[in-house]
Every structure is written in structure tokens, then in C-alpha cells.
């Protein structure tokens, strides 16, 4: 099976940078998703990285460290419309490939 | 628009009464699933079917069922609803379950089981 763990909530300030880590076990990997999702909408795609280091998109980026089952989302320059939840979800290898989520954590941007 | 159509967005039903959510992708995906949200639970998956008339569960199957016979097509059937089935539901798709980071979600359908 897998476990996957984040932060359940965190706060933060307008124009600063927030880091979000996920850790995870899980018994083959094949890739890690980031998902941003506003309360009662579909989850929208972030970042796929299934190599180690550094993906960088605009403001937002995410690193992963397979050999630590480490991940983190990098947000830079927030912005009030930042405030929602972040989901890390990991594909294993083998068996159904679909992806499986953490719990989700909830970003709250403060003027 | 390339997309993951689901419907109804809303639905309050009565236990008992079956119910199906449709779920429809316009990408040719091979991959679909279906996942519930619930508060402090995040996403779980329900089933999953990797091409047509091909279907597996997932992890909290119990109570739903599904089916597969054209590839854009994945409703889900809930044959007698009760009220812990009131959730947020998602339907996703990919083309590829292996390397694919196309993995697209649907609007979502609130179901309430009264």
C-alpha cells in the first residue's frame, strides 16, 4: 500500500513564499502529481515530476528526492487567489497506476 | 474543448433509490476512474478501468458499481444509495495509466442521500 502525509493546514502572507512538503512510502514509484483545488471544485493539475530535482513552473515549482520519499511545492509571490488545498498524490508502480492522494493541505493567504 | 464531463453537478436522492453519475471524456483516454471527497478523507478512490470492458475496484468499493462498454463512457451506479454515500464525487481520466501526466478531473457531482 501507500502512505502519504501533509500538512494539514498553513497560513500565509500575501507576496511571500510558502513551502508545502509531502512524504511518502510506497512500494514502487512511478511519478508524483501536485494538484491544486478550490473548495467544491475538480482538482486542477499542477506538476507531474518522476525524476529527482527541480521542476520549475512560473510561481510555482516542486522538487522531489525519490530516495527520501520527499516531495515539496514551492509557491512564490502568493496571491489571495492562492488560498486552497494542495494535493500530493503518488503512482505506484505496477498494480493500477492511479494515482493516490494525500489528504490534502489547506493554504490560507492573509493580506 | 478537451474535457471530463460529469453529471448531474448536484443530486439529493433518497436511500434506496438507485441512482447513476455519468461520467463522459472527449480526449480518447484509456484510463478512467471515479473518486469520492469527503472531509478530512481527501480523495479515495472508488474504481477504475484501464480500457473498455475492463474495470477494477479501487480502495471503498463497497455499495457502487460500474461499467465500461465504450471507452468515453464510465458512469457510475450506486444500486441502493444509503446516507454514507452523501459525498463530493470525482470522475478522472488519462491516456496513458503508466506515464501519463495528463490526469484530468471532471467538474464533480455533490450527491446527498437522505
Known amino acids: 500500500g501507500q502512505n502519504i502525509d501533509q500538512p494539514t493546514e498553513m497560513t500565509a502572507t500575501e507576496g511571500a513564499i510558502v513551502q508545502i512538503n509531502c512524504t511518502y512510502q510506497t512500494s514502487g514509484f512511478n511519478g508524483l502529481f501536485w494538484y491544486q483545488q478550490h473548495a467544491g471544485e475538480a482538482p486542477t493539475f499542477l506538476s507531474y515530476n518522476v525524476l529527482d530535482g527541480l521542476e520549475e513552473k512560473g510561481r510555482f515549482s516542486s522538487f522531489l528526492s525519490r530516495s527520501k520519499g520527499y516531495s515539496y511545492l514551492l509557491l512564490k509571490e502568493l496571491q489571495m487567489k492562492d488560498s486552497a488545498s494542495y494535493l500530493c498524490a503518488v503512482r505506484a508502480s505496477g498494480g493500477s497506476y492511479i494515482p493516490t492522494f494525500g489528504r490534502g493541505t489547506s493554504l490560507i493567504v492573509h493580506p | 474543448e478537451a474535457q471530463v464531463t460529469q453529471n448531474p453537478r448536484y443530486l439529493i436522492t433518497v436511500t434506496g433509490k438507485k441512482l447513476t453519475v455519468t461520467c463522459s471524456q472527449n480526449?480518447?483516454?484509456?484510463?478512467m476512474s471515479w473518486y469520492r471527497q469527503d472531509p478530512g478523507l481527501g480523495l479515495r478512490q472508488i474504481y477504475y478501468s484501464m480500457n473498455v470492458e475492463v474495470t477494477d475496484k479501487g480502495d471503498v468499493p463497497e455499495g457502487y458499481k460500474v461499467s465500461r462498454k465504450e471507452k468515453r463512457n464510465f458512469p457510475l451506479i450506486l444500486e441502493s444509495p444509503s446516507p454514507n454515500q452523501t459525498s463530493l464525487y470525482f470522475c478522472a481520466s488519462s491516456l496513458s495509466p503508466v506515464t501519463g501526466a495528463d490526469y484530468t478531473f471532471g467538474s464533480g457531482t455533490r450527491l446527498t442521500v437522505v
Open positions: 480526449m480518447n483516454h484509456e484510463y
